[in-house]
């Protein structure tokens, strides 16, 4: 079992830059393929980014290909979401979440544990 917490959430202005952290518990973080996901008020929740476990595999959602960057750091069990040239459409709660399986999957039912999540807001 694997326990995330978020953190770098804030209020930016359109064009600026964030860096959110997801600090993993446990010995095996290594072992799981993570994801980052976000969900605006009122919307369903939506698939952003995603590593493989040794980080050298990614994907990207269109909407930010080009914009953010997923990388992680196996040694401090934490992955980080850059992000950059932020839009007012960017505006969310955003979540890491972990599976075990060694492929990036685009749904969240497929993973198996979830942050608890923090919100970005981006200002126009």
């Known amino acids: 079992q694997v326990q995330l917490l978020e953190s770098g959430g804030g209020l930016v202005q359109a064009g600026g830059s964030l860096r959110l952290s997801c600090a993993a518990s446990g010995r095996t973080f290594s072992s799981y393929t993570m994801g980052w996901f976000r969900q605006a008020p009122g919307k369903e929740r939506d698939f952003v980014a995603g590593i493989k476990r040794s980080g050298g595999n990614t994907y990207y959602a269109d909407s930010v290909k080009g914009r953010f960057t997923i990388s992680r750091d196996n040694a401090k069990n934490t992955v980080y979401l850059q992000m950059n040239s932020l839009k007012p459409e960017d505006t969310a709660v955003y979540y890491c979440?972990?599976?075990?399986?060694?492929?990036?999957?685009?749904?969240?039912?497929?993973?198996?544990?979830w942050g608890q999540g923090t919100q970005v807001t981006v200002s126009s």
């Open positions: 979440a972990a599976r075990s399986s060694s492929y990036i999957n685009i749904e969240d039912r497929k993973y198996d544990y």
